[in-house]
């Protein structure tokens, strides 16, 4: 019995709707999986999340490794029991974070100092999958390096080299047979680097495949065509996972090339921050214009936040500081990244998602 499967279900074009299944748990693509970066999603609950109608979620190993540490989660009975989630979860290796906070590469893995208390640790290729063995989570991802664009070609053949050999070394320590292991493609945004790296991580053969490296400072256009550049090389019968991509067009216009799956901690930081998602475009709801406002953030949005309460009192809560201002528009912003997806999803049965793309485009160029 493999560990995942992958059901492709509907085509249209270079897009696809599919369903992937893990023992008895399954979720449908493309789909955004919200990021719990500590054990929860920031200002929401397990259940909140659920409730919107997520089936799978992402945990960050680099924090749940410092604190409260791996040992501690296994110890509990794995991150679902620990986190109160009982659909599927990914977590990532660490190597995104480690990397943004100027860490040392050699050879043998990566050095870097615990933001909590400045520890020195050293993040190995098999020391991140045996940490997430130990989390539990129900996909792995290997450890690779990111390069910040823009980057050398030499850098960027450098780091991918990396990635490839522990690629490899990621995969001959997997031990359990319940977690699946993802495989990520770097490359930068150098054409002929994505093919390179895509045939070497499909040659060790994974679960499924991350493009990685990506949305680090390049232009759209350059993000848009480096997948395009290594969709191709990636096997049809397994997801493709473009990791950190969370803005609206990026997502609908990535699953008009492919893509099957995204995180992103966007969605729920702008809610913190006072903005809302909507297909309409952003709203600014600390907009004076708000304060006597009676409707809801947007009409005909199934959250919380909309179903009960206006928009001036979300901006009051935003501007006297209660907290609850920020769980609401957590609530409501990733209620519309679920949304968004399953329109998207919509779309490609209907073999309407060009105009999908275009609509959406258009409610974000404003
Ligand atoms: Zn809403």
Same mark, same amino acid.
């Given at each position: 019995m493999a560990i995942l499967t992958f059901d492709v279900v509907e085509e249209s074009d270079s897009a696809r709707n599919g369903v992937v299944t893990i023992g008895s748990k399954s979720y449908q693509t493309p789909v955004f999986m919200p990021v *719990?970066?500590?054990?929860?999603i920031k200002a929401a609950t397990a259940k909140d999340v659920a409730d919107i109608g997520f089936d799978v979620v992402l945990g960050n190993t680099y924090h749940l490794m410092l604190r409260p540490g791996s040992k501690v989660i296994q110890s509990i009975g794995g991150l679902h029991k620990f986190a109160g989630w009982d659909r599927l979860m990914l977590t990532d290796s660490g190597g995104f974070q480690v990397m943004s906070l100027g860490a040392k590469f050699d050879e043998g893995g990566v050095r870097f100092k615990s933001i909590y208390d400045g520890a020195n640790v050293y993040l190995t290729p098999e020391g991140a999958v045996t940490t997430q063995e130990e989390i539990g989570a129900d996909i792995a991802m290997v450890l690779d390096v990111c390069t910040n664009l823009p980057a050398t070609r030499d850098q960027l053949q450098r780091a991918m080299d990396l990635t490839h050999a522990w690629a490899k070394r990621a995969r001959s320590a997997k031990s359990r047979e319940d977690q699946a292991q993802f495989g990520i493609v770097q490359g930068g945004s150098e054409d002929d680097l994505r093919q390179v790296s895509a045939q070497a991580i499909v040659d060790i053969g994974f679960e499924g495949y991350a493009i990685g490296g990506?949305? %680090?400072?390049?232009?759209r256009e350059d993000m848009l065509r480096s997948i395009e550049s290594t969709t191709p090389f990636l096997p049809n019968d397994r997801p493709r996972y473009l990791m950190g991509v969370g803005d609206p067009v990026g997502v609908v216009e990535s699953i008009a090339r492919g893509v099957d799956m995204f995180d992103c901690v966007a969605p729920s930081r702008l809610a913190r921050h006072g903005g809302a998602l909507t297909f309409q475009g952003k709203v600014h %709801? /600390?907009? /004076?214009?708000? $304060?006597?406002?009676? $409707?809801?953030?947007?009409? *005909? +949005?199934? +959250?919380l936040a909309c179903q009960r309460f206006p928009i001036a009192l979300i901006r009051h809560l935003l501007l006297v500081g209660e907290s609850t201002a920020g769980t609401l528009l957590t609530i409501h912003n990733l209620t519309f990244m679920h949304r968004l997806v399953a329109g998207a999803r919509s779309a490609i049965r209907e073999k309407s998602l060009d105009r999908y793309v275009t609509t959406i485009r258009s409610a974000y160029a404003r």
């Open positions: *719990g970066t500590r054990g929860t990506l949305a %680090v400072g390049e232009s %709801v /600390k907009n /004076k214009k708000y $304060e006597e406002a009676d $409707e809801p953030i947007e009409m *005909g +949005c199934p +959250c």
